[in-house]
């Protein structure tokens, strides 16, 4: 990043706008909002993975004290909660889409489907009624792993007569196949990537605010993308026309994908805050969010690496099973498909390549998208795989890589599974990785851990990533419902501040300290005469939000086209005053200057005459200083990188420690080197946490077991250690700012570093594999198990 | 939470009359775990008396052993001189329960009298060979602890304080369990006049219980290479998602031997 | 219904409340004191974290009632007008914190630490932390902000 940049433009480390109503408890988180005449909401959830709902007796519950209303499925005639990306079968036909109604219709499909509400004057009596509503359930067999699901019997849903969602296929099946046939070597691999739980620490929320003079609703809820849940649940759930409908997400505590989808509860309370005609108030308890917020990951995968004898990869094949649970959500079936197959080529220059995926329906809670999504999953089998490639045709883990990687000078590279990327420097950022983590002193180190007891390993991971989520015809030809562009207005006031309304939504990234920075850099004005105005679709023009680390990529260059508006149309106005043509004005350091000339008028000048038009040409020249800009990515953005994990194993009890930590990412441009260090610590540090601490379980019949922070191991302070961080950029080619995006890279990068390190340290014991997360328990059995 | 009557006892006597003259009446110390309890509607009792205001409940005192006041929190016993210089075993133990803010609020009293069976005071009393006295008599560790959430005392029984004999040499070495950081294995060691005794939390089916083939092996040879070879079945332990009975058995000789180091 | 009285950020107040009315309810409900948080069920996540007494605790885990006539400190008791508290100046200098939920019960927790324990190391930082989770920061950046205030504190 760049040394020594002070000030608050580009490339700054400036301190966080939004910190000091933070650290004061002036934030303003949804379950902070309280509207007058406010009722409260109590979701009855379903004990059983997989029943019939026989009878529903709400007449006691209705009857109890406080209670102004209690709805059922069968009250609530609305449209299902859709699914935004349309997949097809390899066979051309489109996947299943089973309904989701937001209240259960006759039968529930997970632990935690909602079967009723109960809006009362007080939470405490909303569920005490909650206790009095009889549910007569016929409970049926829970279908849970996704193997037994694929095979049929037991049904999800009943009406499509079968569990697989869809088949999905990439890439050339039979030149991968005749590929692998003609390698000197085929390395195989099993592969789980884990069921997560996200646990943004906000729990989702909502208050739905229904105006009978007006017919209006508004709606503030824990969203990263308040428009998307306004087109989702308006047009396509509760036929709401968007101008009646206002939702706000105002600050939002924590997403990681988590808070993109359209959910029942902010649907059911909208849809009955009308009912009632008051407001509503609904928000989790942590024990509900972990019943019903989308989990992330869940795959299973057979692969297959073929190896030439130089060295050189020949052909991958990947067979992949992704838990869909018992609904789509939102976004789920692109998440196994596009997000992650076509990021099965990694850094390397495999020719062929095939995967299969079959999404698969089980009664467990959705499953969609978490930092990450699908990324995490492709560099995980890739760099797992190659690992072992390595250590099977004993070649050195780096020299493996190296090998194979696409060259610098090989831009624009054409993977074989449809993605181009545009930059990279894998050689470099590996290089880097391994000077900043001093790989040099890992024999010393090693050899300083044996004097303990203690086995240290070290792993490796080179991946690459796509974000900024692509151009929206090429996301539409690939089944997409929505744009995936983004949108900015930059306001200019009459006295030279400006307000910007940005269709990206922060929750925690710090779009206020950013996005003011690339405004000040643009149009030479202060940081503190510029506010960043998001969340809210009430003022804000449409936008797509915020999710795979796209914010800046989209949204930033959206902002940078609208500042580019903005200036056009000052120095068409600085033209016009200043009695020159518009060519001869030029732009510097928040200064209109007739070129050749000392004629030059200030920012703020031209503000305060493009609102004082008093001479103005009006059919040449409009006043006013507001402009709005969309803007559509030419291509996915690919932030790559090297992590390097270290780890101490105590062969004794199998505790597994991180010891020496390092990411050098390259996520193009950094806007603020700081926030940018904060993202790759976060993503690291849940990365970590997949790889070490956090597998959600179910039993056989659909009961979670990691329902709690009792059993489901958030990582906490004491079990990560310092990171060592940097970037190294290389520009994006395709936007104006270079920038890639940095929000997933940690959680990306890291969960094959820390397996891979595991797997170095247990080698001497002949472990070949350990499976996250590698908790001290699977530790020490691998060692057991490997001793005989 | 349902609601309750809420009674702030006066005294040791008023609580136990409060208790008697209540439906279903509990009484509450720190509320650490009571109040999760409610929180979620596992429990619904009509009256909650809090001990709080009760004098004489709280405080630390010397003499052979350490006499702790039932209402002394754990943040309290891991600070005191006093127990760092009597039993140092103990104040380590307790600086390992839960939390801080944890630490800050919950008593000694409240953890023996819920006997979690993954709480770590339970291993204390039994390897110390505490006495755990109530407002009517005194219980030995060896009587006091039945099974899972289980003890000795009569449902209107309140626990006064618990003493602790000083042991020649005596450590705690804890296992957490890694997302709730209760014990999953955890072993108090202690060699006392009365002879070597080592108590294993967090692991027995049936609680906090003795390991009767590490203390023989430990009392002719107070030493961790004495504890080499000896095991313990597995047959009695828990076993879930988070550990097996067998690595549950394996952790315990090796925390009876990191124990027995620590101990000196 | 039940009265309690109490001091919260230096000023005595008092409301009726229900038996089983949590302080956190209390503070964040009555007094629309909404900066302490709720972030899980089990008393775990920290998000709640105030003082009484002076002293660390969940606020989520004790009953209004119970703290009848202690004198509580929030997070909005802090600062000094616009002038935050070292702790906090020292989380915002050092992108301590970033979508700010646990932030709040995360400052109020080292306050309590660097009064106990004004030279701890970073192990005993990160151990002392056990109560309070955050999700954003990999505790990285939090933990340098609290090195940096056990400084500024005279620690």
Request: proline letters at 4%; glycine letters at 10%.
């Amino acid at each position: 990043m760049p040394d020594g940049v002070t000030g608050t433009g580009i490339g700054a480390a400036v301190k966080r706008v939004e910190d000091q109503r933070f650290l004061t408890g002036r934030g303003n988180y949804t379950d902070d909002i309280n509207r007058p005449g406010q009722t409260y909401a109590y979701v009855l959830r379903s004990p059983h993975a997989h029943a019939t709902i026989k009878s529903i007796d709400t007449a006691a519950a209705s009857e109890a004290s406080g209670v102004v209303a209690v709805f059922t499925g069968a009250d609530m005639e609305v449209g299902g909660l859709p699914c935004g990306w349309l997949i097809h079968n390899e066979d051309g036909s489109p996947m299943h889409e089973p309904p989701h109604p937001p209240l259960a219709v006759g039968k529930v499909r997970h632990v935690g489907d909602q079967v009723a509400v109960v809006i009362a004057e007080s939470l405490a009596e909303a569920k005490n009624a909650a206790e009095l509503i009889k549910v007569d359930y016929g409970v049926l067999p829970a279908v849970i792993d996704m193997k037994t699901a694929e095979a049929g019997g037991t049904l999800v849903h009943d009406d499509i007569g079968t569990n697989k969602c869809y088949d999905w296929g990439i890439g050339d099946k039979d030149a991968v196949d005749a590929a692998l046939a003609a390698s000197a070597h085929v390395t195989e691999i099993d592969i789980v990537n884990n069921r997560l739980i996200p646990n943004a620490m906000e729990p989702r929320a909502a208050v739905a605010d229904f105006n009978g003079a007006n017919s209006e609703y508004t709606l503030y809820t824990t969203s990263q993308n308040p428009h998307v849940i306004r087109l989702l649940m308006g047009a396509f759930v509760l036929s709401l026309p968007e101008h009646k409908l206002r939702v706000i997400a105002p600050d939002v505590g924590g997403g990681f994908g988590s808070k993109i989808f359209l959910y029942a509860e902010e649907t059911i309370i909208t849809w009955a805050s009308a009912r009632i005609g008051r407001p509503i108030k609904w928000t989790a308890d942590r024990s509900e969010a972990f019943i019903t917020d989308a989990h992330g990951r869940d795959h299973v995968t057979h692969a297959k690496l073929g190896i030439d004898d130089n060295g050189k990869f020949t052909a991958l094949k990947v067979e992949t099973y992704a838990n869909m649970g018992a609904y789509l959500s939102t976004f789920a079936s692109s998440v196994p498909t596009y997000l992650y197959a076509t990021l099965l080529a990694g850094v390397y220059t495999t020719p062929v390549i095939y995967a299969n995926v079959k999404a698969i329906f089980t009664n467990t809670v959705p499953v969609d998208a978490y930092r990450g999504a699908g990324r995490p999953e492709a560099a995980y089998l890739l760099e797992r795989i190659v690992d072992r490639a390595a250590r099977e045709t004993g070649v050195d883990q780096l020299e493996i890589r190296r090998h194979n990687m696409i060259q610098p000078d090989a831009f624009p590279y054409q993977t074989p599974v449809a993605l181009a990327y545009d930059s990279g420097n894998y050689q470099a950022t590996l290089d880097s990785a391994l000077s900043l983590g001093d790989v040099s002193g890992y024999p010393a180190r090693k050899a300083g851990s044996a004097t303990k007891g203690l086995k240290r390993g070290i792993g490796y991971s080179t991946y690459i990533e796509a974000c900024g989520i692509a151009p929206s015809a090429v996301a539409g030809a690939l089944g997409a419902r929505a744009g995936l562009y983004e949108s900015a207005e930059v306001r200019v006031h009459p006295t030279g501040s400006v307000t910007v309304f940005t269709g990206s939504h922060s929750h925690g990234q710090g779009h206020e300290t950013t996005f003011a920075q690339i405004v000040s850099d643009q149009l030479g004005i202060a940081m503190e005469n510029i506010e960043i105005n998001h969340g809210d679709t009430g003022n804000v023009q449409f936008g797509m939000g915020t999710y795979g680390s796209r914010s800046l990529a989209v949204g930033g260059s959206a902002l940078v086209k609208a500042t580019g508006k903005i200036i056009a149309k000052a120095s068409k106005i600085a033209a016009h005053i200043m009695e020159a043509s518009a060519d001869d004005i030029e732009f510097k350091d928040g200064n209109f200057t007739v070129a050749g000339t000392d004629k030059s008028m200030a920012f703020g000048e031209i503000a305060l005459a493009a609102y004082v038009p008093h001479n103005f040409p009006h059919d040449e020249l409009e006043p006013g200083l507001d402009e709005t800009a969309f803007y559509d990515p030419a291509n996915f953005t690919f932030p790559g990188g090297t992590h390097i994990c270290e780890v101490e194993v105590d062969p004794a009890t199998g505790v597994v420690k991180v010891d020496n930590f390092t990411a050098v990412d390259d996520i193009g441009r950094v806007i603020n080197p700081m926030i940018v260090e904060g993202q790759v610590h976060g993503g690291v540090a849940q990365g970590i946490g997949q790889a070490l601490l956090e597998g959600c379980s179910y039993d056989s019949d659909g009961q979670l077991l990691t329902g709690s922070y009792m059993d489901y191991t958030m990582p906490r302070a004491d079990n990560l250690p310092n990171f060592k961080v940097a970037t190294q950029s290389t520009l994006c080619t395709h936007n104006v700012l270079g920038v890639k995006g940095v929000g997933e890279v940690g959680a990306i990068g890291s969960p094959p570093a820390v397996i891979n390190a595991i797997v170095d340290a247990l080698s001497d014991f002949g472990v070949k594999d350990i499976s996250m997360p590698a908790t001290s328990a699977k530790v020490w059995q691998a060692i057991q198990d490997a001793r005989g | 939470m349902h609601d309750f009557n809420y009674q702030k006892a006066g005294s040791v006597a008023d609580a136990v009359s409060a208790l008697n003259a209540a439906d279903d009446g509990t009484v509450m110390a720190g509320g650490m775990t009571l109040l999760p309890t409610l929180k979620q509607r596992l429990a619904a009792p009509s009256d909650v008396i809090d001990l709080a205001g009760v004098s004489g409940l709280s405080g630390i005192s010397v003499s052979g052993g350490v006499t702790i006041g039932a209402m002394t929190t754990h943040a309290a016993v891991s600070g005191s001189t006093d127990v760092k210089g009597t039993i140092p075993a103990l104040a380590d133990l307790a600086e390992g329960i839960g939390d801080p803010q944890v630490r800050n609020r919950g008593t000694i009293g409240g953890s023996v009298a819920n006997n979690d069976p993954a709480a770590d005071y339970p291993a204390a009393c039994l390897a110390l060979g505490a006495t755990i006295k109530t407002d009517r008599r005194e219980i030995a560790a060896d009587d006091f602890f039945n099974g899972l959430f289980e003890t000795a005392l009569a449902e209107d029984e309140i626990i006064t304080s618990v003493s602790f004999p000083s042991a020649e040499k005596a450590a705690y070495m804890k296992f957490p369990n890694p997302a709730s950081r209760y014990a999953l294995v955890g072993v108090f060691v202690a060699k006392t006049a009365a002879g070597v005794r080592v108590a294993v939390t967090g692991a027995g089916d049936s609680g906090v219980f003795r390991a009767s083939s590490l203390e023989q092996a430990l009392s002719s040879n107070f030493s961790a290479s004495a504890l080499d070879g000896i095991t313990v079945s597995a047959d009695d332990l828990m076993s879930d998602i988070h550990a097996s009975a067998e690595y549950r058995a394996h952790l315990i000789t090796t925390m009876a031997k990191r124990a027995v180091t620590a101990a000196g | 219904m039940p009265t309690v009285s109490m001091t919260v950020n230096g000023k005595p107040v008092s409301g009726e409340v229900e038996a089983r009315t949590l302080l956190v309810q209390f503070l964040r409900d009555q007094l629309r004191l909404t900066g302490t948080h709720v972030g899980c069920d089990t008393s775990q996540c920290g998000a709640c974290v105030v003082h009484v007494d002076g002293e660390s605790a969940k606020s989520c885990t004790m009953l209004a009632l119970q703290v009848d006539g202690a004198a509580i400190t929030t997070i909005e008791g802090l600062a000094n007008g616009e002038t935050l508290h070292p702790m906090q100046e020292a989380f915002r200098n050092n992108h301590g914190l970033q979508c700010g939920f646990c932030t709040p019960g995360m400052v109020m927790s080292a306050i309590d630490l660097v009064k106990k324990n004004p030279k701890a190391s970073e192990t005993e930082i990160r151990e002392w932390l056990e109560g309070n989770i955050c999700r954003c920061t990999g505790y990285h950046n939090i933990v340098k902000s609290i090195q940096e205030a056990a400084g500024n504190m005279g620690g």
